[in-house]
């Protein structure tokens, strides 16, 4: 397994599931980076999260993925905090609102269910390497643009890689 720079994220095409490489700009949320933290990092998303504010770790997943070996989940990994699910794109339930929910949300879930802070890593077996300390800017980017109270996040010189 390659590492990637800190810049360069790796994630999962939306359309046909390969792994690709996108860069991305510390702490700053675009489309890239909501693409990598919805479509391979959600849990290091969820993670970050989790050390700056008071979340509930949420899994949604599908056991019978279609293409996947028999016993690997897929699945995505995003928070709850005040009773409303949050991940990289912002508020679940607005998107859900939208104009098309299909596409919103993997509405294809069998399961949603609350998790410890283990639950995940579990069933983690062909998931990227967690990267929660690099995506902690981003995670507080977040919630600054959703006026959502939490932690600041550790300076760039004690900021590591490792989750």
Known sequence: MTIAPASGWECFDIIFGFREVRKLRAGVLDSDAEHVFTSGH?????EALRRLTPVRLIFAFDRRAEGCEEGEVQGHVFVRIAGRDLDARGWVDERLGGPDPERA???????VTEIGPEGWLANSRGWLEPRVADAVPFAAALLERLQIPGRRPPGPSTQ????
């Not at 959600?42 to 969820?46: D, I, P």
């Not at 590591?160 to 989750?163: D, F, K």
């Open 105 to 111: 949300f993997e509405a294809r879930w069998d399961r």
């Open 42 to 46: 959600c849990h290091s998303f969820a």
């Open 160 to 163: 590591g890689g490792a989750p």
